[in-house]
């Protein structure tokens, strides 16, 4: 009678550990648009084109930022993204073949692996935006984290 007592106990609590594990983690909080620093009070409206900060998030690998003109972030209102489905890794150069290649990179080419591979918690996009308006909003921003448990909410 003890076992299967203690039988259900244990399996009570890997199932309770089994769903801890199956939801997603929570998403980065305080997303917020700022021209100079961070930490400037919040704003709405802007007369040139907004960097993004928001909390980092615990055992994120990198994080993928959208802007779009429309809050339901549907593929044609989408303006800025840096989401890929792949974490792509530098391997070392070598040297000789290997450091003669790194030169010849582009500097779109090196923002473009810097974009997919935004590791910090904020961002300075490389667009110009024009100036537009909306109600209540002409663009909208969000952010994700990829963990090792796959993306945030």
């Not at 790194?102 to 997919?116: C, H, V, W």
Request: positive net charge; contains cysteine.
């Amino acid at each position: 009678m003890f076992s299967s007592r203690l039988l259900a106990v244990c399996v009570f609590a890997l199932v309770l550990t089994g769903s801890a594990h199956a939801r997603p983690a929570p998403g980065p909080d305080g997303l917020k648009a700022f021209l100079l620093r961070a930490d400037e009070p919040v704003k709405h409206e802007f007369n040139r084109t907004p960097s993004f900060a928001w909390a980092p998030v615990r055992g994120a690998l990198r994080y993928e930022l959208e802007l779009a003109t429309s809050k339901t972030f549907t593929e044609s209102s989408i303006v800025w993204s840096n989401t890929n489905d792949e974490l792509v890794v530098e391997a070392p150069a070598e040297a000789g073949a290997g450091a003669a290649a790194a030169t010849t990179e582009t500097a779109a080419q090196r923002l473009k692996k810097l974009y997919a591979n935004l590791r910090s918690p904020a961002v300075s996009i490389d667009v110009a935006l024009p100036w537009i308006t909306g109600s209540p909003y002409a663009l909208y921003a969000h952010v994700r984290a990829i963990t090792k448990a796959g993306p945030t909410s």
